[in-house]
């Protein structure tokens, strides 16, 4: 369906007789009754681990596996998201952690998948395709297979028991984000690239000026990517960080299960909301730049 | 395992795995002995004389075992969730205090993600000093090398009082060719556990000493009321497979022994299988027990949400009890396992701590295990709290005595003493043996196959894979 | 003149074009010699050996291999069963996360909330959609079967039927259409609104604007959401992991959970790894297909000029 784009012109305000108006009123109407018709059932049922999530956080333990589940409870227990962030571990400390692992790791992406998306989408060489496929190839190998290995290899290196696992590797690139920054520059025209050129752009100075102003949407996308996928991360802090103070946020919710099925489900879901609220903050922000950019194509008719 | 699939399945089916894995955790595996004849595990879990006030001396008492006059860290890994975390943090700082030349760090991780890092930490040859073990990885990883025997340490220590005072039974999980490389702190069998307040409404009295499963039987029939109540909660559905519970009172075994080494099944067997459509037909045709559809539809399970009357209940399942059953704490207590046609029998498991193949100070680490395991630390740790049914018979009334226990507690003890049995199998094959069975009986129990059928595809699977055993 | 002065220079142009392509992957480059390649190279190594991870790695040949093929029957199932959840769950998901892209991009009030909303499944716990799942898929009080009640319908029982668990996990894997419609919403920015105009003014109607403008213009990214969700449906592990284990029966065992029996709850690590790279070499076929097909449908814009230049 087409992006309505209030700068083009030939949707500027045209005068409408009366009757005409009343029609497009009515048209609009429609759309927006089927739009919603639409979106609100799977709205719904995506809200529902949410809700079930927020019922079960503010429970007293021995409400939790009431039967018919009571959605609403009562009376709520609020101290069940100070006692999960603040009693038994330091949610400050791990939030701080996976702050700084986080913001590492979006830029080191955004800088390093750019780079290399460029070189794949623009670039010429007689390894190029083969090179693409081994970057794709990457991700066609389960990592159970991988994990050990990499292990044994970060531990000769020395660098467990620090963020260096976790934070170094986004400076070389990821494929998903690779690939999908590839496709991305592979839309955009040529001509803008030869312009650049006639002016006197070097290589990189067209991605600078060119390919990444028009990639917005895109550029966006990989943020916001990188920063959930970052902070839900929940493998690599495991294996590879040892002491508490180093933990991140996923990891350290995880240890309100305990042993044999044992799970403080209401400390869990409190806390797993707290952590779930800025994601749902940064997406929701960052909407704006995937979803409003306009791409000016520079180009007219 | 049995531990690690009740987990798993509750992470994703909070719903019918808590119910599912308090029955499941009951079940106890074939007996021990290698005679397959369906005699009393008679010389098994009888104690050869009740616990005496065995002198263990107060760890401060105790001159630190050998350790070097430097400053020593010890690297410990735990499966403590964080609510119990502070309390082995507690038991830390009071050992440092009383041994100023060892300092200890400790790392905390759920219990199925500890099995899955202690291999890698393994290959990396990086494991930690002092390791928490569950039954069903222990013969594994003994036999791969990951522990070091600990019977030096075992033959001279008099004050540690192994094996005397210890449950027997468990040791078996922790020996191999003869030595042992880990030692129990928790171990507990399947018993009955029942809702007090269906039993009183119902006006039915409580399940008594001596009963047969036909009598348990009668009991659920009475106390079921279709959709609503149901009489029994527990079948061997999976992630249990603790099948002796449930097969051994008929008289069968689920797996050979020879030699304290697991070599093959003996699951297919008539008495197996009248057990097993016993079972099953407590759901199919009596229908007292609530479906693998009613098992998954309540979140936690229908025993759980105060909606069942007996349900199998593991010595670790109370504080879960506790905790989150919607009966209320003091509303339900425990019965011995019932009686079969042929004998009384349960299983039973349990995980326990070692010291590890790559550690650097094996004896700092001794130092401390000998305190953690001491009466005294058992009390401290799981005793009082009630998280755990002790390894030491001594420490044993501390953990009855806990205001986790139920009323008749003292259930628990009467089974260890007469008739639980480890819940085979338990050797390095183990995993893979467990998964076969899984998959056969579930479909027995859900009214997919036969029994007949389905033990027969478990020892045609699992008789292969035993038989690695034998290979060295 | 360009060339003339690349010649001046001592380097042809697609020399120093090569060079350029280099600097420019050189992070991603290193990082794969440093990080990614060592432990590829292992792992397909390993699949030679015997390894139990505690232990020493014991070389084996081609054991692993032979096994997995000839004497090994829930590999065969597992690669049925993942076949099969490719097989359905992408075409769905795909067609699905487009359809779910261009709702979320109607200019409607309160669109962004409801984008946030769609998001969420990507992002929330795994507990709570677990529990959402057994909610729905209860044969007796679910959502699912309450909805064919209406229509008449008796439901299957889903999770807890052999022959409806896979069906059900296929449709658990449509949840999560946020992340394809996060792409294919940026994908859908791309496109020049003048293309649109000047179709209205030649007079197309809306299923024409999509058939001739919008899909063509949004094929490299559905492409890209076509691949990688393929690779990912191949690998399939976390609700298996989580909610059946396999079961009932062998119904929904499927290859990455095989897999991971193997490695860690087995402790056979080098049989794992030879299925590893089997798997492997089947995505990788697959995957070369996919792009070789691709030049039939997916449309660059940039495309236009892949001609090699002097």
Request: proline content about 7%.
């Amino acid at each position: 369906m087409r992006t309505s784009s209030p700068a083009s012109p030939s949707l500027a305000v045209r005068p409408y007789a009366p009757a005409r108006r009343r029609g497009v009123w009515l048209r609009k109407a429609a759309r927006y009754v089927i739009a919603y018709a639409l979106i609100v059932p799977g709205a719904l049922i995506f809200l529902f681990p949410l809700l079930w999530m927020v019922s079960t956080a503010l429970k007293e333990p021995n409400q939790i596996f009431v039967y018919p589940p009571q959605w609403i409870p009562n009376p709520p227990r609020w101290a069940n998201f100070i006692e999960g962030w603040t009693k038994y571990l330091p949610f400050d400390i791990f939030l701080r952690n996976t702050l700084i692992i986080t913001a590492n790791n979006v830029i080191g992406n955004l800088v390093s998948c750019s780079l290399a998306a460029y070189g794949f989408a623009r670039l010429r060489s007689r390894a190029r395709d083969f090179l693409f496929i081994l970057v794709l190839a990457t991700m066609m190998v389960p990592n159970e297979v991988t994990m050990v290995p990499t292990y044994i290899l970060f531990t000769h290196l020395g660098w467990v028991n620090t963020f260096l696992p976790l934070m170094v590797p986004a400076w070389f690139g990821w494929p998903f984000f690779i690939f999908l920054l590839r496709q991305f520059f592979m839309t955009i025209p040529y001509e803008l690239d030869d312009a650049a050129r006639i002016d006197g752009c070097s290589t990189w100075g067209i991605l600078w000026r060119i390919i990444l102003p028009l990639s917005k949407p895109a550029l966006a996308a990989v943020a916001v990517f990188a920063f959930i996928g970052n902070w839900n991360n929940f493998l690599g802090p495991l294996i590879y960080l040892r002491d508490k103070e180093k933990l991140t946020l996923a990891v350290g919710l995880n240890q309100f299960r305990g042993q044999f099925g044992y799970v403080d489900f209401h400390l869990l879901m409190a806390v797993s909301l707290l952590v779930l609220l800025p994601i749902l903050v940064v997406f929701y922000v960052a909407q704006r730049f995937f979803i409003q950019g306009i791409v000016l194509t520079g180009i007219k008719g | 395992m049995y531990y690690a699939l009740s987990r798993r399945r509750l992470i994703g089916l909070s719903v019918a795995t808590a119910g599912g894995l308090l029955l499941a955790s009951c079940a106890p595996a074939a007996a021990p002995t290698p005679t397959p004849a369906p005699a009393k595990p008679a010389e098994a879990p009888k104690p050869a004389a009740q616990p005496k006030a065995a002198p263990t001396p107060t760890p401060a008492a105790q001159p630190a075992a050998k350790t070097e006059g430097q400053v020593v860290e010890l690297q410990m890994a735990f499966t403590w969730e964080a609510a119990f975390q502070p309390v082995q943090e507690e038991f830390n700082k009071k050992f440092m205090e009383r041994h100023p030349n060892i300092r200890i760090k400790s790392t905390y991780n759920t219990w199925a993600d500890h099995n899955r890092i202690v291999p890698t930490w393994a290959a990396a040859k990086t494991l930690p000093d002092v390791i928490y073990v569950h039954g069903a990885y222990i013969q594994p990883w003994i036999k791969l090398g990951a522990f070091r025997s600990l019977e030096p340490y075992l033959k001279q220590d008099r004050e540690f009082d192994f094996p005397n005072d210890f449950w027997p039974e468990p040791l078996k999980l922790y020996r191999y060719k003869g030595e042992h490389y880990a030692i129990p702190y928790d171990h507990g069998p399947l018993i009955l556990g029942y809702n007090k307040k269906i039993f009183d409404e119902a006006k039915v009295p409580y399940p008594k000493e001596n009963m047969t499963f036909e009598e348990l039987l009668d009991l659920a029939r009475r106390l079921t009321k279709p959709g609503q109540q149901w009489g029994f909660q527990g079948l061997p559905i999976s992630p249990n497979v603790f099948l002796i519970t449930w097969t051994g009172g008929w008289g069968g075994e689920v797996i050979k022994v020879e030699n304290d080494v697991e070599v093959g099944t003996l699951i297919n067997d008539p008495r197996n299988i009248e057990a097993l459509e016993w079972w099953a037909a407590m759901l199919h045709k009596h229908k007292v027990a609530p479906s693998p559809a009613e098992m998954q539809a309540i979140q936690g399970g229908p025993w759980l949400a105060g909606r069942v009357a007996m349900a199998t209940t593991a010595s670790w399942n109370t504080p879960t009890y506790n905790k989150f059953g919607a009966f209320g704490k003091g509303n339900w207590d425990v019965a011995p396992w019932p009686k079969g046609p042929a004998r009384q029998i349960t299983g039973s498991f349990g995980s326990g701590f070692g010291i590890t193949r790559d550690s650097k100070y094996p004896d700092a680490a001794w130092t401390y295990l000998r305190e953690y395991l001491s009466k005294e630390g058992q009390e401290f740790m799981w005793g009082r709290t009630g998280r755990g049914s002790v390894s030491r018979k001594s420490a044993y009334q501390s953990w009855m005595d806990s205001p986790e226990a139920p009323p008749s507690v003292k259930y628990f003890k009467e089974a260890m003493e007469k008739y639980a049995v480890i819940g085979r199998p338990i050797s390095a094959v183990a995993n893979r043996v467990i998964d076969i069975i899984n998959r056969e009986i579930d479909q027995v129990m859900n009214g997919q196959k036969s029994a007949k059928d389905a033990v027969a595809e478990i020892q045609r699977q699992a008789d292969p894979i035993l038989a690695e055993n034998l290979k060295e | 003149m360009e060339g003339q002065r690349a010649r001046r220079r001592g380097l042809s142009l697609s020399a120093r074009e090569e060079i350029e392509f280099f600097l420019a992957i050189s992070p991603w480059l290193i990082g794969f010699l440093l990080f990614t390649g060592g432990p590829i190279l292992a792992s397909i190594l390993l699949s030679f050996t015997e390894w139990s991870v505690i232990d020493v790695p014991r070389l084996v040949g081609l054991k692993n291999y032979l096994d997995l093929i000839t004497n090994d029957q829930l590999f065969w199932i597992a690669l049925v069963n993942t076949i099969y959840y490719v097989g359905v769950s992408v075409p769905l998901g795909v067609i699905l996360s487009i359809l779910v892209a261009l709702l979320m991009n109607q200019k409607v009030p309160g669109i962004a909330v409801f984008r946030t909303i769609y998001y969420l499944p990507s992002v929330t716990s795994g507990v709570a959609v677990a529990i959402l799942w057994i909610w729905i898929f209860n044969p007796e009080v679910g959502l699912l079967n309450a909805l064919l009640k209406m229509v008449g319908i008796k439901g299957p029982g889903w999770l807890l039927d052999p022959a409806w668990a896979m069906p059900a996990l296929i449709l658990m894997s449509l949840w999560n259409v946020g992340g394809n419609m996060v792409v294919l919403l940026a994908g859908l920015q791309g496109i020049p609104e003048h293309l649109y105009e000047a179709a209205r003014i030649d007079g197309a109607n809306r299923w024409q604007e999509f058939r001739h403008i919008t899909l063509p213009m949004l094929s490299p990214v559905i492409f890209f959401v076509l691949v990688v969700s393929t690779i990912a449906a191949f690998q399939i592990f976390t609700n298996v992991y989580v909610m059946t284990r396999g079961g009932p029966g062998t119904a929904t065992l499927v290859y990455v959970f095989y897999l991971y029996q193997n490695a860690f709850e087995y402790l056979r690590m080098g049989y794992a790894s030879a299925m590893a790279w089997i798997l492997f070499l089947i995505i990788l076929g697959l995957t070369i297909l996919q792009f070789w097909a691709s030049r039939r449908w997916v449309y660059y814009e940039a495309g236009l000029r892949e001609v090699r230049r002097p």
